[in-house]
């Protein structure tokens, strides 16, 4: 289990999300694409979002205090629109 954490025009949020392995940064993008477009991420539900809404945005991976994984996608610049 890891947590994806999104920013997307102005707004962050956070997301579980269940990954068996390391995945790639166009994987992390892709799975966000969906997860936005379904719904999946809460106050940032796009319907129309284009696939490649996330291609600019900066993969960081961080260990928690748990060792818990977190990924954070986000624009080049914190809390940017796209």
Do not use: W
Not at 18 to 29: G, N, P, T
Not at 58 to 82: N, S, W
């Amino acid at each position: 289990m890891a947590t994806l954490n999104i920013t997307l025009d102005g707004y962050s949020a956070d997301v579980p999300v269940e990954l068996e392995r390391h995945i790639s940064d166009a994987d992390v993008r892709r799975i966000a694409v969906e997860l936005v477009r379904s719904g999946g991420v809460p106050g940032l539900h796009r319907f129309q979002l284009h696939d490649e809404a996330f291609q600019h945005y900066v993969v960081d991976r961080f260990r928690g205090t748990h060792g818990e994984e977190r990924i954070y996608l986000r624009p080049k610049v914190p809390f940017g629109a796209c």
